[in-house]
């Protein structure tokens, strides 16, 4: 069965389909954060928008990937972030929503996204040439990104329910971007290889 998905995503067909809905969903992914960004100092902008960055990243591999070529620091970027934020996104609306938020018709639509997210960067391990040093320099941006979000008060916007909880929160994401990289280090070193 991964053998014939491993097949299917590998077509032409199906990069473009993938890059059809990443693209907009990038730019959308910006425009949300647009009342959030215009309340951030400029130093702090490129760590704000989390999940837009990480499906940017994921478009730049696949525009890579349709010219016949691979980008291991943009891959490993990609597989970590897409991972990170689509768990984070979605444990954060199902946490809120745990504590009494109503989960709205736009909550199922961010959670399918994002759900989208985390499971688009890992399957595209096979196709990446990632090494050691890439995951190291990825752990460096991506607890650095934490710092920024928790220690500066960066982090996205979190429903109101979970605003007293922050501090949870934080060290929820902390755990999640270690738990993602060794992810991404495990599936890296042990799925064979696969040409595109």
Do not use: C
Not at 148 to 169: F, R, T
């Amino acid at each position: 069965m991964l053998s014939f998905i491993f097949s299917i995503i590998r077509e032409r067909w199906f990069l473009w389909v993938l890059l059809i809905i990443n693209l907009p969903g990038t730019v959308y992914g910006y425009i949300w954060y647009d009342a959030q960004l215009q309340q951030t100092p400029a130093i702090f902008l490129p760590f704000v928008p989390d999940s837009p960055t990480a499906s940017l990243f994921f478009v730049i591999v696949l525009i890579a990937f349709l010219m016949g070529r691979n980008i291991p620091i943009i891959e490993a970027l990609a597989a970590v972030t897409l991972f990170k934020y689509g768990i984070w996104a979605v444990s954060m609306i199902v946490a809120a929503g745990a504590m009494g938020s109503m989960i709205t018709l736009l909550d199922f639509m961010l959670i399918f996204s994002h759900l989208g997210m985390a499971i688009q960067g890992l399957l595209y391990m096979p196709y990446y040439r990632i090494k050691a040093w890439h995951i190291v320099a990825v752990g460096i941006w991506t607890l650095h990104n934490d710092v920024i979000d928790y220690v500066y008060g960066m982090h996205p916007w979190v429903k109101s329910p979970l605003i007293p909880h922050i501090s949870e929160v934080a060290y929820f994401t902390f755990w999640l971007s270690i738990a993602s990289l060794l992810l991404v280090y495990y599936l890296n070193k042990s799925w064979e290889k696969r040409e595109l």
